[in-house]
Nanobody
Framework: QVQLVESGGGLVQAGGSLRLSCTSS????????MGWFRQAPGKERRFVAV????????NYADSVLGRFTISRDNAKRTVYLQMNSLQAEDSAVYYC???????????????WGQGTQVTVSS
C-alpha cells in the first residue's frame, strides 16, 4: 500500500527552481515529522529538510539552507520542498519520509516514498 507519493522532479538548468510535492494517501501524514532526503548515485541517503506537524519547526541541511524551503498543507495532506538556486550537486533522487521524531537521520523516519529524480544541468 503506497503511503507517500512524490512528484515535481525533473531536469532544470543551474540557477533554476523546482517545487517537489509529497502527498499522503494514508494515516502516515499524521506523523509528527515529515522530511525530505536525497540520494545521489553511489552515495548514501542524506538529510535535506524536515518539518513538524504544525509547521512551526523546520530544520535544513547546511548545504541547502537559504535555498530550499519546506512547507506543508495539512488540509491537502501534502508536504512541499521549494528548491531555488539549484546547483549541479543538488542532482539526486529526492525522497519524502514520515517519522515520529523531528530528526535528521534516515532511521528517524519509518515511511518512505518511491522518490523523484531531480537533475540539474550545469
Amino acid at each position: 500500500q503506497v503511503q507517500l507519493v512524490e512528484s515535481g522532479g525533473g531536469l532544470v538548468q543551474a540557477g533554476g527552481s523546482l517545487r517537489l510535492s509529497c502527498t499522503s494517501s494514508g494515516r502516515v501524514f499524521s506523523r509528527p515529522a515529515m522530511g525530505w532526503f536525497r540520494q545521489a548515485p553511489g552515495k548514501e541517503r542524506r538529510f535535506v529538510a524536515v518539518i513538524n506537524w504544525s509547521g512551526g519547526i523546520t530544520n535544513y541541511a547546511d548545504s541547502v539552507l537559504g535555498r530550499f524551503t519546506i512547507s506543508r498543507d495539512n488540509a491537502k495532506r501534502t508536504v512541499y520542498l521549494q528548491m531555488n538556486s539549484l546547483q549541479a550537486e543538488d542532482s539526486a533522487v529526492y525522497y519524502c519520509a514520515a517519522g515520529v521524531v523531528v530528526g535528521t537521520r534516515p532511521v528517524d523516519f519509518d515511511s518512505w516514498g518511491q522518490g523523484t529524480q531531480v537533475t540539474v544541468s550545469s
